[in-house]
């Protein structure tokens, strides 16, 4: 289903400098037996409940909902950020159509809403039919204020077009038991799921907030579930040379320690653009961290960015091949995919050698001389190769991520959980738009405004009309 090939992340192929030794990997195969023993209690115990979402057996009432809502809507629109879009973006560009197909699907289109620019959410509204639109709303707390301000805007949106109808377009998913949104649904009637306790946003895609919205658009959300239940013995084995979760969890911790701090994720497919998007939250928010499980001040945490093969190889390996020695390279490629034949270009002589050939086989040997080219200039990286993007093999990946940072988190001696470094914004920006009970926060905010004496230059002069 998935292959790992770590060979060019390894110090005989790419070099001492960021390469990494047997004798280091060796190192760490009893501290990797530890953090297995530490993560399989917590998992029992209930802390690190994402473990066992691939074996839930009770997605009826979900599917259920699923096909009553494909039944009346011809857009199915998510509101969220985050957690609550990322997961549900990426695997909807890997599983649903490329490009836009209306007409020839009987399931609905579906938009993630994952901003909260004004050009954004007034275009896709203005390009949308009221009548014929459906809203999932995602957020566990139910005050995330991107979300509800999304959902504010749409209800009115809504409401000025269908009357009192307006709730039977709305799907609510947030706490089973608390907040605005499980509060709504209660007292007027929404239709609602829960997200459940002790799942970050991070770690949702296989709870209610990635399958409904993937079940609604007519993605095989069994299909991935499965994919992810059936690699979960091996992610969860002790044995680190067996494990692709833990393995690749200590190359990257260990590269990390030469100075490899940034790494780079590359898919060599269209369809697995997104995944990029969403390991990047999933490593960064995760592994980003100012203090250590100890409450020693330590600042620790790789940079993830993502690329995308072969379109960056134009514009950013010239610094991975040349720029400093920062880096790793995580590349994704598809085994099988479509088949797109290179014409017979007899009268050009130039590019006869093309003809015949195609578009995949092309693009395998961009990424495989990429994945050369770095190695014998003494970049690390790997490839994670998919035998083809299916909902098994999606589910697997994803899942495999996921184990992987929560592993990453033991070794950085890091809580992968958690986020304090986001809540401080989020405090702010309650603080600026007025929210009740954060009044000192803005006049703490204010005061160090002016405290930082803002600069500004003015750029161009005014048009005249």
């Known amino acids: 289903m998935l292959n790992f090939d770590y060979a060019y992340m390894m110090a005989d192929v790419v070099g001492p400098k960021l390469g990494v030794t047997t004798a280091e990997l060796d190192q760490k195969l009893e501290p990797t037996r530890n953090i297995h023993a530490k993560l399989q209690r917590a998992r029992q115990e209930g802390a690190l409940p994402f473990y066992d979402l691939p074996f839930q057996d009770d997605l009826e009432p979900l599917l259920e909902l699923a096909g009553e ?8 629109v998510v509101l969220g950020i985050g957690g609550s879009a990322l997961g549900t973006s990426a695997i909807a560009r890997a599983l649903l159509p490329l490009y836009d197909t209306a007409g020839k699907s009987s399931r609905p289109r579906l938009l993630v ?9 007034g275009a896709a ?7 014929t639109t459906g809203f999932c709303v995602i957020s566990k707390s139910g005050t995330t204020v991107e979300t509800m301000s999304q959902f504010l805007v749409c209800r009115e949106w809504v409401k000025g077009a269908v009357g009192t109808t307006y709730r039977e377009h709305f799907v609510l998913i947030t706490d089973p038991v608390a907040g605005v949104l499980r509060q709504l649904a209660n007292d007027e009637g929404y239709p609602s799921l829960p997200v459940p306790a002790g799942v970050g946003g991070r770690f949702s895609v296989f709870t209610p907030v990635g399958l409904l919205p993937l079940a609604v658009a007519g ?16 992610c969860t084995c002790p044995e680190l040379y067996d494990n692709p979760a833990y393995l690749n969890g200590v190359l990257q911790y260990l590269s990390y320690t030469k100075g490899a701090n940034i790494n780079v994720m590359m898919p060599y497919s269209d369809r697995l653009r997104d995944v990029a998007d969403w390991y990047r939250q999933l490593w960064a928010e995760s592994l980003g961290k100012k203090q250590d499980l100890s409450g020693k001040t330590v600042f620790v945490g790789p940079t993830p960015i993502n690329a995308l093969g072969a379109t960056d190889q134009h514009s950013q390996l010239q610094l991975y091949m040349e720029g400093p020695y920062d880096k790793n390279v995580t590349f994704l490629t598809v085994d099988e995919q479509r088949q797109v034949v290179i014409p017979e270009a007899a009268d050009i002589p130039e590019l006869a050698y093309l003809g015949g050939q195609s578009l995949s086989s092309l693009l395998h040997n961009e990424q495989k001389a990429t994945a050369i080219s770095l190695a014998r ?12 993007i299916n909902p098994e093999t999606i589910g697997a990946l994803f899942y ?3 184990v992987q940072t929560v592993f990453a988190g033991a070794l950085f001696n890091v809580d992968p959980l958690d986020q304090p470094g986001v809540e401080s914004g989020k405090v702010i920006t309650s603080a600026l738009m007025g929210r009740p009970g954060f009044e000192q926060s803005r006049q703490d905010v204010e005061k160090w405004e002016i405290n930082a004496k803002s600069r500004v230059l003015t ?5 005249i009309s």
Do not use: H, M, W
Not at 113 to 121: A, F
Not at 219 to 228: E, K
Not at 459 to 463: A, E, I, R
């Open 69 to 76: 809502i494909s039944g009346k809507f011809t857009t199915f």
């Open 113 to 121: 809403l994952d901003n909260v620019d004004p050009d954004g959410i």
């Open 125 to 131: 509204l203005e390009s949308l039919d009221p009548d």
């Open 219 to 234: 993605i095989d959300v069994q299909g991935l579930l499965a994919g992810a239940a059936s690699i979960c013995p091996q």
């Open 377 to 388: 200039a003494g970049r690390p990286n790997c490839t994670i190769r998919l035998q083809a």
């Open 400 to 402: 495999l991520f996921e």
């Open 459 to 463: 750029v161009g002069q005014p048009l």
